[in-house]
Structures are given as C-alpha cells and as structure tokens.
C-alpha cells in the first residue's frame, strides 16, 4: 500500500470529527471518499496532509509513519493536497502559482518542462499565465489549483472538491483530466459530494459518515449499492 | 501662516530625508500585518533598539585605530556599526516573535496586541534602567558639508559646497542665498534608504524566499501546503522589520545628534500612519506611504507651524480612514472565495 491509514481520531476543541478512520490507496489506484456534508471528508485529508493532528491513529505513506508531522513536512514527501475551495493565491500570477506548487523542487529545467505539461493540460492556462489568480473564474481557479498540486510531482494526488460550483461542462473537463492523470500512473484520493462522476472515475470507494466508514467498496460496487444509490446518488 | 514658495524645495528635502525613515519602519509593521493580521506595537522599539545598539557598535569600533584613522575607515566604522545593529536588532525582533507572540497564535487577537505593548514597556524600562532615563549625544565622527544650490551675488544660479563654518556670502559674493541644500547625513540616509527599500522590494517579488512571503501571506494555510515552512517566513519577516527598523533608528540618532529611551514612540505612531496610508499589508504602500507622510509633516512644519507637524500625522490618518480605508495602494483585485 502506498497510504495506510488506520483508526483516524481528529478532534477540533471537544467536537470528535473523524472516530477512527481506516483508508487504503495502492499505488497508481484512484480511490474516492463520499458522504454528507460534514461527514468528515475534508478533515480526513487534512489530517493526512498535516493541516490537523490526529489524537489517535497512523498515516503510514510509503512505509513511513507520518501522522502528526507539520503540512510542509508532509509536502516534502510528496503527498499534494489540492484543498476545498481551491485556494489559489489572488494576488499573484497565475505563473507565480504554478511556481508555488514547484517550491520545494530546485530542478529549474524539469520545473519549467512540468509548467508547458500543466500548460498543454489546462490551455486556458497559459493564456492566462500573466493573470492574477484571483481574477480568474471558478473554473480556471480550479484548473490552476491543480496544476499548481502537478507542479509539486505528486506521488500521491489528494483532490477536496473539485467539481464544487462548477458548471457541467467545466465537471467534465476536470474529471477528464483525473482520468487522463491516472492513465499517466498518478495515484489519487478524491474527495467528492458527486458521488456519480466519483464512483464511475473510481477503482475503489469509501462512503463516510459523521466521521465513520459506513461502506467500501469498488466503484462499481458502491454504484450499484442500494444505500449509495438512496442516499447519494439522489435516488428514490 | 508664513508661507514662502522659496521654501519648498528645501521643506521637500527635507521631507525626502525624514519620509525615508518613515519608510524604513513602516514596512515593518505592514510587513507583519500582512502575515499575522497583527499591530506589532513593540515594532517602535526596534527602532530605539536599533540606535542603542548602533551607539554600542560605534563606541566599541572607535577604538580601533583602523576605523578612525581614514576615510575609508570611517565609512567603515559607521557601515559595520549598522549592520550589526540591524543584524542584533533583527534577532531580537526574532526573538520577541518566538516568546511573546507564538504561544499567543492560537489565542483571540487581543492577546498579542497587548502582549506587544507589554513587550514595547519592558523594552523602554530596560533602556531607562540599565542605560539611562537622558538622551545620550549620538556622534557624526565625519565632517558634514552642505551641497549647495543657489543664487550667487549676480543672481544666477550656482552651485557649492559649504563646511560647518562656510558662509554663503563668502563664497558666493554678498546677496548670494541658498534655494536648497542636501547635507552630508541627508544624501547618506536619503541614498541608503533607497538601496534597502530597493534590495527589499526586489527581494519579496523575484526571489523563491520573497515568493513564499508573499504566499504566506495571502493564505497561510495553503502556503504550508506548497511546503512552506511557514514558522520560518514568520522569522525571516520578524527579522526583516527590526533590521530595518534599526537602520532607521541609528539615522535619526545621526540626523537629530541624539537618542533616548522613548525615541521611538512618536516615530513609530507616525510610520503605522504611514503604512496605513500606503494600505495596511502592502509593502510598496507602506513605502510610499512613508514618503507621502515626511513630505506632508515637512511642508506643515515649514508653512503652518513646527507645533502641528506632530499633529498632521493624526490628521492624515484620520482622512485616510475616512475617506480610503484600503490605503493609497489598497487592494485592487477583487478576491474569488
Ligand atoms: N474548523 C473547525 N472547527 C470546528 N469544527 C469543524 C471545523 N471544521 C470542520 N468542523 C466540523 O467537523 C465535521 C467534519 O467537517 P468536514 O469539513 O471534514 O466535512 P466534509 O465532509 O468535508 O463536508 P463538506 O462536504 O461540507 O465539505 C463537521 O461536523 C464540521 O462542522
Ligand atoms: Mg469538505
């Protein structure tokens, strides 16, 4: 396994938001987490990411023990974290950005062949690479959140949301790339409220709720489940 | 009011000189701001600080014969004097962050603003008790001379270089009078502050360290994600302003001939203005806010009256926060969420 997570405890003060989590991702799978609002899905990646300590549990990533260490130790092992809400800086340029996402790397000509890669990936990028993030529109900004998570060389791709607020088609695009990135052999933890796209990207699923694991599953087998299909599928 | 148009030149030097130290400290608290969302109000202190450990140097160094002995060695007494202030100062600054501010990060926003106050008292007694409660004389070991321009006898323009005890008439024939003259400190300050607001700039929008900065402070938490270190861009921004600020500090002990335990209250009141006035946050804002700050105060203190220039300071800040809350150079992008 390239991710083992097991028994998550994460507190925020005295609210219990993960009550022992267990996840798995091999290497090159993408593995998808869903479930309600507030069921614990972003807090999951956090604390794998670093953002959140956990009170109790293991983060095993590539054999090593990694709960509890801080967000750039953790970045430093390549584990990219591309949050809710994107994220982007506003102030600075959308190239600024992608050099953001390069900033532990010092490899300035692989750093510059990844940023025509992202640009070949999102065009609408490069034409807007003198632009400041915060001017362009939500699906650029999503678009630049992830290229800027490519820029870091990801061995393990953490995505919070990334269809959130987006138009169908703009969906489309962002799960064509997750698709296409998984074919390039990058392994993916989705965070998903649209279970459907999420479940049929998906090699294996896990639904969450109020901090538990309540089914797992492959995607197929989640599609197909009746409780998933009631529940978030919008199913009757 | 008296006001003379023949004066403005020289009330804009002026200005120029005392706005350069405005700028050399507001940075600092704007540089702060920018990353913590916090007032440091000990911030004034590093420019008192500063000047004391200015003071220190220079005595120690003077007495070497190297550093008095020449000009070079002169340039050098006070070069080195600087920069290990700033280098001493911007420990402290570090310091104070480490032990007075970060066990507070967490804590509601009060309590770092009065943990900063308690930090600007303990510093202000400590010079009071342990150095001195007077104003101690700040030496200019080196001959300053005023670069002249002006009219001659004839009425036309001239140019000329006085020492202290030169008389323009002497030079330039009876009827001669300056338009306007840059003093030996006044260059120096003027041209050393440029360089450093110059080097900062550059520094905090080319470099990969600047870069992080500036990430740090449009969203922290993301920043971490890059594999920001971000308790390390907190130092390096806590080491910065009181560098700065210290540098600031050893030129007004030059400019004004001295220093005192409580030096930095008023101008560091004044550099908040000015940082506030440039926009909160923003670096290049708190720069020229700096300027925009010594211009105005020079040219009240020359055509008003020298009692207002302390008060034009307030005015200016509460027009500001009338009129153009976000600062002369507030955000313009408008910000998705
Ligand atoms: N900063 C916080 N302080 C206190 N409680 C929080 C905080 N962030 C999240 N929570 C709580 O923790 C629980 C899990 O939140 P989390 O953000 O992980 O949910 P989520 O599954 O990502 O939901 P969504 O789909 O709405 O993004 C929720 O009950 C939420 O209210
Ligand atoms: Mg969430």
Same mark, same amino acid.
């Given at each position: 396994?390239l991710l083992?997570?097991?028994?998550?405890?994460?507190?925020?003060?005295?609210?219990?938001?993960?009550?022992?989590?267990?996840?798995?991702?091999?290497?090159?799978?993408?593995?998808?987490?869903?479930?309600?609002?507030?069921?614990?899905?972003?807090?999951?990646l956090k604390t794998i990411s670093g953002q959140l300590a956990?009170?109790?549990?293991?983060i095993?990533f590539a054999?090593e023990?990694i709960q509890g260490m801080s967000a750039h130790q953790v970045a430093a092992k390549r584990i990219v974290h591309v949050p809710?809400?994107?994220r982007i800086f506003?102030?600075?340029?959308?190239?600024?950005n992608l050099e953001m996402g390069a900033f532990l790397r010092n490899d300035?000509?692989?750093i510059?062949?990844d940023?025509?890669?992202?640009?070949?990936?999102?065009?609408?990028?490069?034409?807007?690479?003198?632009?400041?993030?915060?001017?362009?529109?939500?699906?650029?900004?999503?678009?630049?959140a992830m290229a800027r998570g490519l820029m870091a060389k990801p061995k393990l791709l953490m995505l919070d949301?990334?269809?959130?607020?987006?138009?169908?088609?703009?969906?489309?695009?962002?799960?064509?790339?997750?698709?296409?990135?998984?074919?390039?052999?990058i392994t993916?933890l989705?965070?998903?409220?649209?279970?459907?796209?999420?479940?049929?990207?998906?090699?294996?699923?896990?639904?969450?709720?109020?901090?538990?694991?309540?089914?797992?599953?492959?995607?197929?087998?989640?599609?197909?489940?009746?409780?998933?299909?009631?529940?978030?599928?919008?199913?009757? | 009011?008296?006001?003379?148009?023949?004066?403005?030149?020289?009330?804009?030097?002026?200005?120029?000189?005392?706005?350069?130290?405005?700028?050399?400290?507001?940075?600092?608290?704007?540089?702060?701001?920018?990353?913590?969302?916090?007032?440091?109000?000990?911030?004034?202190?590093?420019?008192?600080?500063?000047?004391?450990?200015?003071?220190?140097?220079?005595?120690?160094?003077?007495?070497?014969?190297?550093?008095?002995?020449?000009?070079?060695?002169?340039?050098?007494?006070?070069?080195?004097?600087?920069?290990?202030?700033?280098?001493?100062?911007?420990?402290?600054?570090?310091?104070?962050?480490?032990?007075?501010?970060?066990?507070?990060?967490?804590?509601?926003?009060?309590?770092? =603003?009065?943990?900063? #106050?308690? @930090?600007?008292?303990?510093?202000?007694?400590? %010079? &009071?008790?342990?150095?001195? $409660? +007077?104003?101690?004389?700040?030496?200019?070991?080196?001959?300053?001379?005023?670069?002249?321009?002006?009219?001659?006898?004839?009425?036309?323009?001239?140019?000329?270089?006085?020492?202290?005890?030169?008389?323009?008439?002497?030079?330039?024939?009876?009827?001669?009078?300056?338009?306007?003259?840059?003093?030996? =400190?006044?260059?120096? #300050?003027? @041209?050393?502050?440029?360089?450093?607001?110059? %080097? &900062?700039?550059?520094?905090? $929008? +080319?470099?990969k360290l600047?870069k992080a900065?500036?990430a740090t402070?449009?969203d922290r938490d993301t920043a971490g994600l890059m594999g920001v270190d971000i308790n390390r861009i907190?130092?390096?921004?806590?080491?910065?302003?009181?560098?700065?600020?210290?540098?600031?500090?050893?030129?007004?002990?030059?400019?004004?001939?001295?220093?005192?335990?409580?030096?930095?209250?008023?101008?560091?009141?004044?550099?908040?203005?000015?940082?506030?006035?440039?926009?909160?946050?923003?670096?290049?804002?708190?720069?020229?806010?700096?300027?925009?700050?010594?211009?105005?105060?020079?040219?009240?203190?020359?055509?008003?009256?020298?009692?207002?220039?302390?008060?034009?300071?307030?005015?200016?800040?509460?027009?500001?926060?009338?009129?153009?809350?976000?600062?002369?150079?507030?955000?313009?992008?408008?910000?998705?969420?």
């Amino acid at each position: 396994m390239l991710l083992t997570v097991e028994n998550l405890h994460t507190f925020y003060g005295q609210i219990e938001a993960l009550k022992g989590i267990d996840v798995e991702v091999a290497e090159g799978e993408i593995v998808t987490l869903i479930g309600a609002n507030g069921a614990g899905k972003s807090t999951t990646l956090k604390t794998i990411s670093g953002q959140l300590a956990p009170r109790e549990g293991k983060i095993v990533f590539a054999g090593e023990e990694i709960q509890g260490m801080s967000a750039h130790q953790v970045a430093a092992k390549r584990i990219v974290h591309v949050p809710e809400g994107r994220r982007i800086f506003p102030r600075m340029t959308v190239e600024e950005n992608l050099e953001m996402g390069a900033f532990l790397r010092n490899d300035a000509e692989g750093i510059a062949a990844d940023k025509e890669m992202v640009f070949e990936l999102f065009p609408r990028l490069k034409e807007r690479r003198q632009q400041k993030g915060g001017t362009l529109s939500g699906g650029e900004q999503q678009m630049l959140a992830m290229a800027r998570g490519l820029m870091a060389k990801p061995k393990l791709l953490m995505l919070d949301e990334p269809s959130m607020g987006l138009a169908p088609v703009v969906v489309e695009t962002i799960f064509e790339t997750i698709e296409r990135l998984h074919q390039e052999g990058i392994t993916i933890l989705l965070v998903e409220q649209n279970a459907a796209m999420a479940l049929s990207v998906a090699d294996r699923g896990y639904v969450l709720e109020t901090g538990r694991i309540a089914l797992t599953g492959t995607g197929k087998e989640l599609l197909t489940n009746e409780q998933v299909r009631k529940t978030y599928l919008g199913e009757v | 009011m008296h006001f003379n148009i023949a004066d403005v030149p020289q009330q804009l030097v002026n200005g120029l000189t005392l706005g350069g130290m405005y700028a050399l400290i507001a940075l600092g608290y704007t540089l702060v701001y920018g990353i913590l969302l916090m007032i440091n109000f000990a911030h004034s202190e590093m420019f008192m600080a500063g000047a004391y450990f200015g003071l220190l140097w220079l005595n120690i160094l003077s007495k070497q014969s190297f550093f008095t002995g020449s000009a070079v060695g002169l340039v050098l007494l006070y070069g080195v004097s600087i920069v290990l202030s700033a280098i001493m100062t911007g420990i402290l600054g570090v310091l104070i962050e480490r032990f007075a501010y970060r066990p507070l990060r967490h804590a509601p926003r009060l309590a770092p =603003l009065i943990s900063a #106050i308690g @930090v600007s008292l303990f510093l202000q007694n400590a %010079v &009071l008790l342990w150095v001195s $409660s +007077r104003s101690i004389p700040f030496p200019v070991k080196f001959p300053v001379y005023q670069y002249t321009l002006a009219r001659d006898g004839s009425g036309s323009l001239a140019f000329t270089v006085l020492g202290a005890s030169d008389k323009i008439v002497d030079k330039l024939g009876q009827g001669a009078h300056a338009i306007v003259q840059f003093s030996t =400190l006044q260059i120096m #300050i003027i @041209v050393v502050t440029l360089v450093l607001l110059f %080097v &900062l700039d550059t520094f905090v $929008s +080319r470099t990969k360290l600047g870069k992080a900065m500036r990430a740090t402070a449009q969203d922290r938490d993301t920043a971490g994600l890059m594999g920001v270190d971000i308790n390390r861009i907190i130092a390096i921004t806590f080491f910065i302003g009181p560098a700065m600020g210290a540098v600031a500090g050893i030129f007004s002990g030059m400019y004004y001939g001295n220093i005192k335990y409580n030096m930095g209250f008023i101008p560091g009141i004044k550099s908040f203005t000015a940082a506030v006035l440039g926009g909160i946050g923003n670096l290049r804002g708190a720069m020229l806010g700096g300027f925009v700050l010594g211009m105005a105060e020079a040219l009240a203190s020359g055509f008003i009256s020298t009692a207002y220039k302390d008060v034009i300071a307030f005015v200016i800040l509460i027009l500001v926060l009338i009129f153009r809350p976000g600062g002369l150079l507030g955000e313009s992008v408008v910000e998705k969420v």
